[in-house]
């Protein structure tokens, strides 16, 4: 039995399809179980990892667990939530991200900071553990939907940015490989798609998948800042994303042939990825 978290989410939910297509037998974690649409064959069981004392029957005969965390908002409960799953669990993989700093004890009220203490807690838990360090998702250029809906223009910051940005069912597919076959146990697999775009490339292969034009207008941070404060983003974690962006214009992230390794198969492109999705921008 292998337990899901975040299975309604989109790596989770790939995990889901990826370990019913191999045949294991799957569990889905669920605050709300009616509303989580997942196939029959999964059986969802409510709980909630910001509450670990609602994991127990979530957790009862489960070998190993796909982990994605409630980054930040359930930071709180991460001690008790991981000392649970290690009372119960041999075997855990966990969706972390690509340059989380050294580990540390608490988290910095960062996301990477975040992740480095998940990854500490993971690793003294005594559980056998391999992290997924993906590099940006694709699906972060969701936020660019209503954009493209409503004007078919991008007005965002930092258009000259370069990330290789990764297909959610990626990072899905190397996470159900490590869990189904010998010699993962330790590891900290660093994910990236395929190839290196900007930003204004981005948009215009989202272009190309809806079959019409998108522009990308510039920009100013401090623009971008005061937008996703007024969405209710706290200013310094929309500060660390800008200047994340900024840095990425200088120093692009670096490919990794990681995926092809693990599962034998490329990392999809972004322009498939778009493919996939254009239904949501369209």
């Known amino acids: 039995m292998i337990l899901v978290t ?23 974690l669920a605050r709300d179980p009616a509303a989580a649409r997942l196939p029959d064959a999964v059986e969802v069981v409510q709980g909630d990892l910001a509450k670990p004392e609602t994991l127990e029957a979530a957790l009862d005969g489960v070998e190993a667990v796909f982990l994605v965390w409630p980054t930040l908002s359930a930071d709180h409960a991460a001690p008790a939530a991981v000392e649970a799953i290690a009372a119960r669990v041999r ?3 966990y969706v972390s991200a690509r340059g ?8 910095d009220g960062t ?3 975040s992740h480095a203490r998940l990854e500490s807690l993971i690793e003294r838990s005594g559980m056998e553990w391999t992290f997924l360090r993906p590099s940006g998702f694709a699906a972060n250029t969701l936020m660019w939907a ?41 590891a900290a697999y660093e994910l990236t798609g395929p190839r290196t775009l900007t930003q ?31 969405q209710g983003m ?24 990681t995926v092809e390794e693990i599962t034998g198969t490329p990392a999809t492109d972004f322009g498939t990825w778009a493919r996939d999705h254009a239904d949501d921008f369209r």
């Open 146 to 186: 209503p954009q493209i809906r409503e004007t078919g223009t991008v007005r965002w910051v930092h258009g000259a940015a370069r990330r290789p940005l990764i297909h959610e069912r990626d990072i899905a597919t190397v996470g159900v490989r490590a869990l189904s076959a010998p010699g993962h146990g330790g």
């Open 111 to 113: 996301i990477l900071g």
């Open 234 to 257: 706290p200013a310094s974690l929309a500060r660390d994303i800008l200047d994340g962006h900024a840095a990425m214009v200088t120093a692009p992230e670096t490919v990794t042939t």
């Open 200 to 230: 204004v490339e981005q948009v215009t292969l989202i272009g190309e998948a809806i079959g019409r034009p998108v522009r990308w207008e510039e920009m100013s941070p401090e623009v971008a800042q005061r937008a996703m404060v007024a």
């Open 6 to 28: 975040g299975a309604t989410g989109r790596v989770g939910g790939h995990a889901v399809s990826a370990l019913l297509a191999a045949g294991a037998e799957t569990r889905a």
């Open 100 to 107: 989380v700093p050294p580990r540390r004890e608490e988290s």
């Open 91 to 93: 075997r855990v993989v």
